[in-house]
């Protein structure tokens, strides 16, 4: 209980920085100007012109079997709405240090586990990310944030090169040292030598320890998305 109440508390400091910077620009200009245009959901960004060389954009793809690792053009983060005397402002934490390995035998995707370094989380505001980091998530005691998969996954149907499947996933998610069973869409992509996978898991943050404060002028909505784009190579 003292651990959840230091919390709360740190999450609340934070947002009084925050919030008093809102409430002397007014919500929308808050919104629209210090916050401005938050990065979209990521989304598959592979087109037709960047199929490997050797590759054709169609062609049937029987085997992807191996080991893949994510790397470089990876990231992952949140996303969150703060509500500012009933305005939304969406907020976006990124970061590149993502980490992590998917085993596929055939067209199953039999193993993967990816760890997150959540303390280089960033988001536009430096007050923001250090309440996030040393209060919220406590990064100095749980540094990462994990996905494991808890389930085969099959290929809905033969994957071709170039084209956009959907899968479900199940895995165990795990923040601030709390694992929760989770189930994620993503979209996934083969160009012939390399892939991506993108996708959001919807959480709620009061299942990992963390309430969403509320001080009256402006409050974090108590759900949120784990977001993820990954590029993936072989070996």
Same mark, same amino acid.
Do not use: C, H
């Given at each position: 209980?003292?651990?959840?109440?230091?919390?709360?508390?740190?999450?609340? &400091?934070?947002?009084?920085?925050?919030?008093?910077? @809102? @409430?002397?620009?007014? +919500?929308?200009?808050?919104?629209?100007?210090?916050?401005?245009?938050?990065?979209? @959901? +990521?989304?598959?960004?592979?087109?037709?012109?960047?199929?490997?060389?050797?590759?054709?954009?169609?062609?049937?793809? $029987?085997?992807?079997?191996?080991?893949?690792? %994510?790397?470089?053009?990876?990231?992952?983060?949140?996303?969150?709405?703060?509500?500012?005397?009933?305005?939304?402002?969406?907020?976006?934490?990124?970061?590149?240090?993502?980490?992590?390995?998917?085993?596929?035998?055939?067209?199953? =995707?039999? %193993?993967?586990?990816?760890?997150?370094?959540?303390?280089?989380?960033?988001?536009?505001?430096?007050?923001?990310?250090?309440?996030?980091?040393?209060? @919220?998530?406590?990064?100095?005691?749980?540094?990462?944030?994990?996905?494991? =998969?808890?389930?085969?996954?099959?290929?809905?149907?033969?994957?071709?090169?170039?084209?956009?499947?959907? =899968?479900?996933?199940?895995?165990?998610?795990?923040?601030?040292?709390?694992?929760? +069973?989770?189930?994620?869409?993503?979209?996934?992509?083969?160009?012939?030598?390399?892939?991506?996978?993108?996708?959001?898991? +919807?959480?709620?943050?009061?299942?990992?320890?963390?309430?969403?404060?509320?001080?009256?002028?402006?409050?974090?909505? $108590?759900?949120?998305?784990?977001?993820?784009?990954? &590029?993936?190579?072989?070996?």
């Amino acid at each position: 209980m003292e651990k959840r109440t230091k919390v709360i508390l740190g999450v609340a &400091a934070g947002l009084v920085v925050v919030g008093g910077v @809102a @409430a002397v620009a007014g +919500p929308i200009v808050y919104r629209d100007v210090i916050v401005g245009e938050q990065a979209a @959901a +990521p989304t598959i960004t592979l087109e037709p012109s960047t199929v490997a060389p050797g590759a054709s954009e169609g062609d049937a793809v $029987d085997d992807l079997s191996g080991t893949w690792t %994510a790397g470089s053009g990876s990231y992952a983060g949140y996303r969150v709405d703060e509500v500012l005397n009933g305005t939304d402002v969406t907020v976006v934490g990124r970061t590149e240090d993502v980490t992590g390995t998917a085993t596929v035998e055939g067209l199953q =995707l039999t %193993a993967a586990e990816f760890t997150v370094d959540v303390a280089s989380i960033e988001t536009d505001s430096s007050s923001r990310d250090g309440y996030f980091r040393d209060s @919220a998530l406590r990064v100095q005691e749980f540094p990462t944030a994990t996905f494991v =998969l808890t389930g085969v996954v099959d290929a809905p149907e033969t994957p071709a090169v170039g084209e956009v499947q959907t =899968l479900t996933v199940t895995g165990d998610l795990t923040i601030a040292g709390v694992t929760q +069973p989770v189930e994620v869409e993503l979209q996934a992509v083969f160009d012939g030598e390399s892939g991506q996978v993108a996708g959001s898991i +919807p959480i709620t943050f009061a299942d990992y320890g963390v309430e969403a404060p509320n001080l009256g002028f402006v409050s974090v909505e $108590d759900a949120g998305f784990v977001e993820f784009s990954l &590029a993936l190579t072989q070996g």
